[in-house]
């Protein structure tokens, strides 16, 4: 199984996986997501991280450190290892019995894939935002509500709500029709309403799997909007196959090449204007992809 083949179900987490877990979760807290300044300090970091999903690999040897509080892309052709790479992050792999994670993935500085990370306690910390819009069959209030209520925070829930659906710039859309069902919306707002389900149990990262790509032009601009404004509270990644896309919202840019290699892995200015790799200039000058 390649990571191409994986879809969200497959790999979305279930309401037992998702429901709070007693005792210590291996993990501490970061700086306060509210802050809005953007920093280079360095939130995640992987080393010599190998995936294989039998024995298939799917990513080989990376090294990367993303800072917090930007938007980092992540590109390449299909089958090199962006959503492999994306769901390690926050132990969706594990839901994949074949898949088989070696190396270290940090998270402010703890290897994620310790024994003593619960990856429940980390999906928490790391939210995410799969390809096509998946939300519940709920109403749009309980849908953005959802993880808080599994997640044990039952307090002032539709105030965060709120605060959630405004964030996703999607508020004034649907400030009338919070009672309404979620699945009533267009395209681009049911991924804005699963936006506002991911952060409003305000997680430090937002991880996103081609979240424009299912969706119009006019929906896809309005997500973009909104992912450069959440870098002013989080740290976005996000995998997408559109290289004008991550040349408009993106801080830094990860090249993965076939073979699940990362070759190259900078500004994103520089990667788009000036690449150090020959590789990397052939496929965003169209020569392969």
Do not use: W
Not at 61 to 84: H, N
Not at 115 to 142: C, E, H, T, W, Y
């Amino acid at each position: 199984m390649t990571n191409e083949q994986m879809t969200s179900s497959e790999t979305e987490p279930t309401d037992d996986q998702l429901a709070p877990t007693p005792g210590t979760d291996g993990l501490t807290d970061t700086a306060d997501s509210g802050a809005d300044t953007t920093t280079d300090r360095t939130l995640l970091e992987a080393r010599n991280l190998d995936v294989y999903y039998g024995e298939e690999q799917a990513l080989s040897d990376v090294d990367i450190e993303i800072p917090e509080k930007q938007v980092t892309a992540v590109i390449g052709p299909s089958g090199c290892g962006k959503s492999t790479f994306l769901r390690c992050i926050n132990r969706m792999n594990d839901l994949v019995d074949s898949a088989r994670v070696e190396g270290e993935l940090r998270f402010d500085g703890k290897n994620v894939y310790d024994d003593d990370v619960d990856p429940v306690a980390l999906r928490r910390k790391i939210g995410m935002v799969f390809q096509s819009p998946n939300p519940f069959p709920k109403s749009i209030r309980d849908n953005v509500a959802y993880g808080l209520k599994v997640q044990g925070k039952d307090d002032d829930v539709d105030t965060k709500v709120r605060t959630a659906l405004e964030r996703a710039a999607l508020l004034e859309e649907v400030e009338d029709q919070l009672d309404s069902s979620g699945l009533d919306l267009s395209g681009g707002q049911q991924q804005r309403l699963c936006i506002a389900r991911a952060i409003a149990p305000d997680p430090d990262v937002i991880l996103m799997d081609e979240p424009a790509s299912a969706l119009d032009p006019v929906a896809t601009s309005k997500i973009e909007d909104l992912i450069e404004d959440l870098a002013e509270e989080y740290t976005v990644i996000i995998v997408t196959h559109n290289m004008q896309q991550a040349a408009r919202i993106s801080d830094k840019t990860a090249v993965f090449l076939t073979g699940g290699e990362l070759v190259e892995f900078d500004d994103t200015n520089k990667i788009f204007e000036n690449p150090e790799h020959e590789r990397v200039e052939d496929y965003i000058t169209g020569k392969f992809g």
